[in-house]
């Protein structure tokens, strides 16, 4: 971030306004670069890093905080959305989806899917970067494999494997994040 101000008083200090807060969330670091007509102060590493970053926390579920206002998988995250699945070959069908994330360690987390407001299933998977898998958990084996890539807000995931019979099934998620309420 680069400010310029004319004038700074002996002594005095300068506060401006972060232009994309939660940015800031999701680095590790920030430099600032202060001009003014007296001198510059360029490239200094921001001393109130870790209050900014503490600034940008929000409440997340049953009174625990949310450390990453921009992570996509953390405990509570939701996405929303539809997938189209069907035999191979043939027309899908499509149903209302929503994923909520139950769990967060690292790369890895787990969740609950429900089709059509219903039939929960488990999730166990990870996300780095922009890519992320998950498998189905049912009874505690895990079942179709997802693999998909999250562009901004959106998430695009495949799937396919063995349906009744000697059919397979191939599918397609197309779901956006849901941005938490603001308190």
């Avoid at 005095?12 to 600032?32: M, N, Q, R």
């Avoid at 200094?44 to 990453?68: D, F, Y």
Wanted: with cysteine.
């Amino acid at each position: 971030m680069v400010v310029y101000v004319p004038e700074i008083p002996v002594g005095g200090t300068v506060t401006t306004t972060l232009a994309a807060p939660p940015y800031y969330g999701v680095a590790k670091g920030a430099d600032v670069s202060l001009w003014c007509d007296e001198g510059v102060a360029d490239s200094r590493p921001a001393s109130n890093w870790e209050e900014v970053r503490r600034s940008l926390t929000r409440p997340g579920p049953k009174g625990t905080t949310r450390p990453n206002p921009m992570d996509l998988f953390d405990t509570g995250s939701v996405w929303r959305g539809t997938s189209s699945v069907g035999p191979a070959g043939k027309k899908a069908t499509t149903q209302q989806i929503e994923i909520t994330i139950t769990q967060r360690e690292g790369d890895s987390f787990k969740g609950r899917m429900t089709y059509n407001r219903r039939s929960p299933t488990d999730i166990e998977g990870t996300t780095s970067g922009g890519e992320v898998k998950w498998m189905i958990v049912i009874k505690g084996k895990a079942g179709l494999p997802h693999t998909g890539e999250v562009k901004g807000t959106q998430m695009t995931v495949k799937y396919s494997g063995p349906g009744g019979g000697d059919t397979t099934v191939e599918g397609t998620m197309r779901l956006t994040y849901v941005p938490p309420l603001r308190r």
